[in-house]
């Protein structure tokens, strides 16, 4: 990598900083997890609290717009760092598919209760 555009890290920088975003980003998701999953049903906690998960879909849609408006820029030439796209558009891609295997598992968690007889 230290080999594009004349060796400079500045590319490696973005990539790295990207990738701490991202593993920074995943910890925060699994903790939330972990939360709403270890609390019980009947808890009298807070409404905000338990909406976590849909301040988490809000930041994915945000990196995603994030991601798809800085390849407009680097179309029209508003942004002349190519690592700084990738960088994002990967992370967004990351964070989707994350994301998607989450409601995944939500599905079929729900498909087997709904299988149970009671």
Do not use: C, W
């Amino acid at each position: 990598m230290n080999g594009i555009q004349g060796g400079g890290g500045l590319g490696r920088a973005a990539i790295e900083a990207a990738l701490k975003r991202q593993a920074a980003a995943m910890d925060r998701m699994r903790e939330r997890m972990q939360d709403v999953a270890g609390e019980p049903a009947a808890d009298s906690a807070d409404f905000g609290e338990r909406m976590d998960a849909v301040r988490g879909l809000k930041e994915l849609d945000g990196q995603v717009k994030q991601a798809d408006e800085l390849a407009q820029k680097l179309i029209t030439g508003e942004v002349e760092n190519f690592h700084e796209v990738a960088a994002q558009l990967k992370q967004s891609d990351l964070s989707f598919k994350f994301a998607l295997q989450v409601r995944n598992k939500l599905v079929d968690a729900y498909r087997e209760v709904m299988r149970m007889s009671v």
